[in-house]
């Protein structure tokens, strides 16, 4: 037996419990069995426990789109007991069963092994969060070097910045060099977010209000985890040449924007797929952040909550009263 969270769907409507399953429940479609040691909770876990969006594909359905833990029984080539593995994505928490739980049961291709200076702790406290703001980093990265962009030559924008991806990607922009602009609509986390690494902080309503097509140029580059008028008004205003990386729809998936940016100034939108990013991309992402990222910074961005904790979490995060990132010790 092992202790889960598990969505329903009865008749009077949409539940979200911790319940105690058998582990003859877990899918038969999975070739490896991982005793999960840690998860967490994302904007996504948010959406799949409160019901607010239709994240769940099929019901009962036990959420959490990451976890961290160990082999425990294997039908796949690549892994046997014993080894250390991590998993974000691949639809798991949405159509397969997910990592807000003691046990999973996924197939071995989806699994990542665990880089050996990370714990299952530190893993989950990064998640798909801190996974896609390095995969935001590496795309900008790649665009400034192509460009010849030097650190430290302009400003880099990171909206969303007081929740999991943009935390992470102020502390990895400040560690390579570059000066950061943090967007957030909790000014109270000011001093938070210049802890990890930001040179100004912004108000998000500079941004989240209909602008015009084209704005004076300030950013090389922007990691920007909120859409609509947010991501519209970063192309506006980021400088010739320079690059956007798309991840997230807090604000709503519309971009109000036009081809001004694109055609007359030349700047690059990329689309950041955390989800179904080929293994290699998410291999490097791993290996990077365990080699990059500050431990200290990564501690004081983390808070750390119970499995039965998860549930009102979910709630939290979707209303914007989480810092940084929540891991979720499933054992406790």
Not at 225 to 254: E, K, P
């Amino acid at each position: 037996m092992f202790n889960a969270l598990l969505i329903t769907k009865p008749e009077s409507g949409y539940r979200c419990d911790l319940a105690q399953l058998d582990e003859a429940q877990l899918p038969a479609s999975g070739d490896v069995t991982v005793r999960i040691d840690h998860s967490t909770v994302n904007y996504k876990d948010g959406l799949a426990i409160t019901g607010k969006a239709p994240v769940v594909r099929s019901f009962p359905m036990v959420p959490g789109i990451d976890f961290a833990g160990s082999v425990t029984q294997s039908d796949h080539p690549r892994w046997k007991v014993g080894d250390r593995v991590l998993l974000n994505g691949f639809g798991v928490g949405e159509g397969h069963w997910g990592g807000l739980a003691q046990m999973a049961r996924v197939k071995g291709d989806w699994l990542v092994a665990l880089p050996e200076t990370l714990s299952e702790r530190d893993a989950m406290s990064l998640g798909t969060a801190g996974y896609t703001a390095m995969l935001c980093v590496m795309a900008l990265q790649k665009h400034w070097t192509e460009a010849g962009v030097a650190s430290g030559s302009g400003e880099v924008l990171v909206t969303g910045a007081g929740g999991g991806v943009g935390s992470v990607a102020i502390a990895l922009l400040a560690g390579l060099g570059h000066t950061v602009v943090a967007s957030t609509g909790r000014p109270q986390e000011a001093d938070y977010l210049k802890s990890l690494g930001a040179a100004a902080v912004i108000d998000r309503g500079e941004l989240g209000a209909p602008g015009k097509p084209l704005q004076k140029e300030r950013w090389i580059g922007v990691v920007d985890s909120v859409g609509s008028h947010t991501l519209a008004n970063a192309c506006a205003s980021t400088r010739y040449g320079g690059a956007v990386a798309a991840c997230g729809l807090a604000q709503g998936m519309d971009l109000p924007a036009s081809v001004a940016p694109f055609i007359l100034r030349g700047i690059t939108l990329y689309g950041i797929d955390s989800v179904m990013a080929p293994m290699a991309r998410r291999e490097a992402a791993w290996d990077a952040l365990a080699k990059k990222l500050d431990r200290a910074q990564l501690k004081a961005m983390t808070t750390e909550i119970g499995l039965s904790d998860a549930i009102a979490a979910g709630a939290d995060i979707l209303a914007g009263r989480v810092r940084g990132r929540l891991v979720v010790n499933v054992n406790a």
